[in-house]
């Protein structure tokens, strides 16, 4: 059983910067695809960005490329959202999932296990 615990969610003003961060145990982290989901009131779950497994592969969704950067540490099985730029549209529940296939996906249904999810709240 994989558990995933998010942290770094906080109020921030637009322009402002967040690190989000999601904790992994109970399975084998560096074998995971990662990704990063998003969700707003009365708004579907919304793609944010998936890492592969070593990390070598990155991909974002058009709204936040450039502004926010994915990236792990696998000696720490530890994933980490970057969010610079920040904007009052970005705010939402943010979730971290592992994807125990390995390959990296923008599809939610793809994941196998989520966190419980961390409140970022952009302030205009």
């Known amino acids: 059983q994989v558990q995933l615990v998010e942290s770094g969610g906080g109020l921030v003003q637009a322009g402002g910067s967040l690190r989000l961060s999601c904790a992994a145990s109970g399975g084998t982290f560096s074998t995971y695809a990662m990704g990063w989901f998003r969700q707003a009131p009365g708004k579907e779950r919304e793609f944010v960005a998936t890492?592969?497994?070593?990390?070598?592969?990155?991909y974002y969704a058009d709204s936040v490329k450039g502004r926010f950067t994915i990236s792990r540490d696998n000696a720490k099985n530890t994933l980490y959202l970057q969010m610079n730029s920040l904007k009052p549209e970005d705010t939402a529940v943010y979730y971290c999932a592992a994807d125990l296939s390995s390959t990296t996906s923008s599809w939610y249904g793809k994941y196998d296990y989520w966190g419980q999810g961390t409140q970022v709240t952009v302030s205009s």
């Open positions: 890492i592969s497994w070593s990390g070598a592969r990155t």
